[in-house]
């Protein structure tokens, strides 16, 4: 016997997988509700960071990207219609992150600062053109590529999904069993009885009667 509180017990890993598919999906819409939300990027040169902004953001239908540049760092939402660009999420070709980024490669400093390394991604879209990203902080470029991959039907696979996935289904299954508590789980299923000797109990409804 297997307690409930064992999470490598095979009944809590039955149940773990078969809450995956629910959780996940929980977090993809988390991740496409937070690009439709948008972030403001910094532009980066080569020099030094310049003081001037990008603003970035989902259409609510996940059919366009929205882009534009802002006067400053913004700490709330940039409505679609001040920003002039955008990118049809149908045309998005590939998604690169890191070294093989246009922005990281053209610029030989770049390439040397590790953290700007970590923070980059590039968009190729339909007219063979990239749209440079530098997220702001690692929490949001894992939320962008999440989102982005979400978007292309591929599987999300930052250390934030990875983290939120173990942290849902972990309360999830607590929420679950706390009616099982200091309840002893059996690890394998009980056996089946055998057979009855005979099945005279059951009704024949082939018989005739008169």
């Given at each position: 016997?297997?307690?409930q509180?064992?999470?490598?017990?095979?009944?809590?890993?039955?149940?773990?997988?078969?809450?995956?598919?629910?959780?996940?999906?929980?977090i993809?819409?988390?991740r496409?509700?937070?690009?439709?939300?948008?972030?403001?990027?910094?532009?980066i040169?080569?020099?030094?960071?310049?003081?001037?902004?990008w603003?970035?953001?989902?259409?609510?239908?996940?059919?366009?990207?929205?882009?534009?540049?802002i006067?400053?760092?913004?700490?709330?939402?940039?409505?679609?219609?001040?920003?002039?660009?955008?990118?049809?999420?149908?045309?998005?070709?590939?998604?690169?992150?890191g070294?093989?980024?246009?922005h990281m490669?053209?610029?030989?400093?770049?390439?040397?600062?590790k953290?700007l390394?970590?923070?980059?991604?590039?968009?190729?879209?339909?007219?063979?053109?990239?749209?440079?990203?530098?997220?702001?902080d690692?929490?949001?470029?894992?939320?962008?590529?999440?989102g982005?991959n979400?978007?292309?039907?591929?599987e999300?696979?930052?250390?934030?999904?990875k983290?939120?996935?173990?942290t849902?289904?972990?309360?999830e299954l607590?929420?679950?069993?706390?009616?099982?508590?200091?309840?002893?789980?059996?690890?394998?299923?009980?056996?089946?009885?055998?057979?009855?000797?005979?099945?005279?109990f059951?009704?024949?409804?082939?018989?005739?009667?008169?």
């Amino acid at each position: 016997m297997m307690s409930q509180d064992d999470p490598k017990s095979h009944p809590m890993l039955e149940l773990r997988e078969k809450l995956q598919p629910e959780v996940t999906e929980l977090i993809k819409q988390q991740r496409l509700n937070r690009l439709c939300e948008g972030t403001s990027f910094r532009k980066i040169s080569a020099r030094r960071r310049q003081d001037k902004f990008w603003y970035c953001r989902l259409s609510p239908n996940h059919k366009l990207l929205h882009y534009g540049d802002i006067e400053e760092l913004s700490q709330g939402q940039i409505p679609h219609d001040s920003l002039q660009e955008k990118v049809s999420v149908v045309d998005i070709k590939a998604v690169v992150t890191g070294k093989d980024c246009p922005h990281m490669r053209e610029k030989g400093a770049l390439k040397q600062n590790k953290e700007l390394l970590e923070l980059a991604f590039s968009i190729l879209h339909s007219s063979d053109e990239y749209l440079n990203f530098i997220a702001p902080d690692k929490h949001e470029y894992c939320i962008w590529i999440d989102g982005l991959n979400a978007l292309q039907g591929k599987e999300m696979t930052s250390e934030l999904t990875k983290s939120d996935l173990d942290t849902l289904i972990t309360m999830e299954l607590k929420l679950r069993l706390l009616d099982l508590e200091n309840i002893q789980i059996p690890e394998v299923p009980p056996p089946i009885p055998k057979e009855p000797s005979t099945y005279n109990f059951v009704y024949d409804f082939t018989q005739q009667h008169t």
